[in-house]
Protein backbone atom coordinates (compact mmCIF):
# COMPACT_ATOMS: atom_id res chain seq x y z
CA UNK A 1 0.00 0.00 0.00
CA UNK A 2 1.45 3.30 -1.39
CA UNK A 3 2.22 6.26 1.55
CA UNK A 4 -0.29 8.61 -0.32
CA UNK A 5 -3.55 10.49 0.69
CA UNK A 6 -6.61 8.86 -1.20
CA UNK A 7 -7.85 12.49 -1.16
CA UNK A 8 -5.32 15.40 -1.52
CA UNK A 9 -2.70 12.90 -3.50
CA UNK A 10 -0.05 14.14 -0.43
CA UNK A 11 3.05 11.71 -0.22
CA UNK A 12 6.60 11.37 1.19
CA UNK A 13 9.27 14.32 0.56
CA UNK A 14 12.85 14.06 0.29
CA UNK A 15 15.03 16.48 1.69
CA UNK A 16 18.24 16.11 4.10
CA UNK A 17 19.50 15.36 7.50
CA UNK A 18 22.04 17.87 8.52
CA UNK A 19 24.33 17.25 11.41
CA UNK A 20 26.53 19.66 13.82
CA UNK A 21 28.92 19.16 11.45
CA UNK A 22 26.83 20.14 8.81
CA UNK A 23 27.01 16.63 6.44
CA UNK A 24 24.05 16.39 4.68
CA UNK A 25 22.57 12.61 4.11
CA UNK A 26 19.10 11.92 2.40
CA UNK A 27 15.77 11.19 4.37
CA UNK A 28 12.55 11.05 3.89
CA UNK A 29 9.08 12.92 5.12
CA UNK A 30 6.26 10.52 4.89
CA UNK A 31 2.77 12.21 5.34
CA UNK A 32 0.58 11.90 8.58
CA UNK A 33 -1.71 8.90 7.00
CA UNK A 34 -4.70 7.98 9.44
CA UNK A 35 -7.03 5.21 8.42
CA UNK A 36 -10.48 5.96 8.37
CA UNK A 37 -14.27 4.06 8.15
CA UNK A 38 -16.03 6.65 5.52
CA UNK A 39 -19.90 5.67 4.92
CA UNK A 40 -20.56 5.98 1.35
CA UNK A 41 -24.09 7.38 -0.33
CA UNK A 42 -25.30 3.67 -0.67
CA UNK A 43 -24.90 2.49 2.98
CA UNK A 44 -21.37 0.47 2.94
CA UNK A 45 -18.58 1.47 4.43
CA UNK A 46 -14.85 1.68 3.01
CA UNK A 47 -11.25 2.18 5.10
CA UNK A 48 -9.50 4.86 3.40
CA UNK A 49 -6.09 6.24 4.48
CA UNK A 50 -6.09 10.01 4.35
CA UNK A 51 -3.61 12.85 5.89
CA UNK A 52 -4.44 13.95 9.15
CA UNK A 53 -5.10 17.85 7.81
CA UNK A 54 -7.79 16.58 5.98
CA UNK A 55 -9.29 14.63 8.37
CA UNK A 56 -9.53 17.71 10.28
CA UNK A 57 -10.91 19.63 7.39
CA UNK A 58 -13.23 16.72 6.78
CA UNK A 59 -14.83 17.25 10.16
CA UNK A 60 -14.67 20.65 10.03
CA UNK A 61 -17.22 20.66 7.00
CA UNK A 62 -19.23 17.55 8.05
Known sequence: MSRKCAISGKGP????????????TKRRFLPNLRT??????DGTTKKIRISAKELRTMRKNG
Open 36 to 41: VRITLE
Open 13 to 24: MSGNNVSHAHNK
